[in-house]
């Protein structure tokens, strides 16, 4: 731990300096090295934009630490790119980031938006994503018990066939064979 902090007090100190220049990529190394202390010295004093380290934060590397706390910084928008972060978290099954990202109310969803991530869901075949998106009073459960007759994904038509929002009469004998 103590060379990981080391590294970071370099990285901090390094970049901090107005005479290096930041590169593009320079945010991307110090979140895949967990370089926290670096990055939230060059938020604060403004050498990068937080809404840009949260993005990629949040959908390549899900710093649970660094998310949270960037989660604080007013400036960041947790919709941007839409949905990008929640929609990554859900797609990758990092339920910490995704349980994080949905509970807060500055997260709004579109329709479109609801549906791609009941679809990524079940592609993991994360049920507990499944309950928190169907959870909405927005989500359409039937084309995601369509999708897992069709993907054979029939645990996941076992759990979701008791909700009353199901209409069963969309189903025919072609759909579950």
């Known amino acids: 731990m103590e060379v990981l902090e080391t590294s970071d007090n370099l990285a901090s100190l390094i970049y901090t300096d107005e005479r290096t220049q930041i590169q593009e990529d320079t945010i991307d190394d110090l979140l895949f090295n967990a370089f926290s202390n670096t990055i939230f010295k060059l938020v604060d004093i403004g050498r990068v934009d937080v809404r840009d380290?949260?993005?990629q934060s949040a959908e390549r590397y899900t710093r649970i630490e660094i998310v949270q706390t960037l989660l604080k910084d007013p400036r960041v928008d947790l919709s941007a790119n839409g949905n990008s972060a929640l929609l990554s978290a859900t797609h990758?099954?990092?339920e910490e980031l995704f349980d994080l990202l949905f509970n807060d109310p500055r997260v709004v969803l579109?329709?479109?938006?609801?549906?791609v991530a009941l679809l990524l869901a079940l592609e993991m075949e994360n049920v507990r994503m499944l309950?928190?998106?169907l959870s909405?009073?927005?989500a359409d459960p039937n084309p995601v018990v369509?999708?897992?007759?069709?993907?054979?994904?029939?645990?996941?038509?076992?759990?979701?066939?008791?909700?009353?929002?199901?209409?069963?009469?969309?189903?025919?004998l072609r759909d579950t064979l």
């Open 131 to 133: 309950y928190m998106l």
């Open 136 to 138: 909405l009073k927005e």
């Open 53 to 55: 380290v949260f993005q």
């Open 110 to 115: 579109t329709q479109t938006q609801l549906s």
């Open 92 to 94: 990758l099954g990092y």
């Open 146 to 172: 369509v999708t897992a007759i069709i993907t054979r994904r029939y645990h996941i038509v076992n759990e979701l066939i008791r909700d009353k929002r199901i209409h069963l009469y969309v189903f025919t």
